[in-house]
Each structure stands twice: as C-alpha cells, then as structure tokens.
C-alpha cells in the first residue's frame, strides 16, 4: 500500500470519511478528491506526524493553503493574553 494511501486510511478510521474542513463525506472508492492536510502547516511543522494530518477535500485544502487555521490562531491569541495578564498583576 502507498504510504499516503495508508495514511489516509489511518486518519478516517480516526476522524471518518469526511473533510476535517466542511464535514462533506467521501465516496469510500475511488480514494482520489481526498487530499491529506498538515493541520499546523507543514513549514511550521514539518514532517508527516499523524496527529497533525487531516483529511481535506482538494477545494477546503486548496482554501487553507499554508495557513494557520483559525482556532490555533485564537488559541495562541488566548495564551498569549493569559501570559499578558500575569505579568500585569
Ligand atoms: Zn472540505
């Protein structure tokens, strides 16, 4: 089995047959329209870690691009606040 086959395979047993983005359901054959998607983009994490890949239709993943998504950004914005308000008090 090709090794992007088996992570695909891997990540719908966990997450099931849909986009991480827009929820739309695969077909379970053929595998093609399935991207894989580096959750935390590749640049900023590199490598092929399971816990960072989603499975992506090609339009959401051709949507996201190299950027960090949202709730990441939101959740480093709430880290970043906290530590803010630490130091104030
Ligand atoms: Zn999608």
């Known amino acids: 089995m ?6 695909q395979c891997v990540i719908a047993a966990r997450d099931g047959r849909r986009c991480f983005y ?4 695969f077909k379970p ?9 580096h959750y935390i ?6 490598g092929w870690e399971v816990a960072n ?14 950027a960090l ?8 914005l709430a880290v970043f606040r906290q530590d803010e308000w630490e130091l104030i008090a």
Request: glycine share 2%.
């Open 41 to 46: 983009p590749h640049r900023v994490w590199p």
């Open 2 to 7: 090709e090794e992007r086959t088996f992570f």
């Open 69 to 76: 998504p949202w709730p990441l950004v939101w959740l480093l």
């Open 53 to 66: 890949l989603v499975l992506a239709c090609e339009r959401c993943n051709l949507a996201k691009g190299d």
């Open 29 to 37: 054959r053929p595998m093609r329209r399935k991207t894989l998607d």
């Open 22 to 25: 827009c929820a739309r359901n």
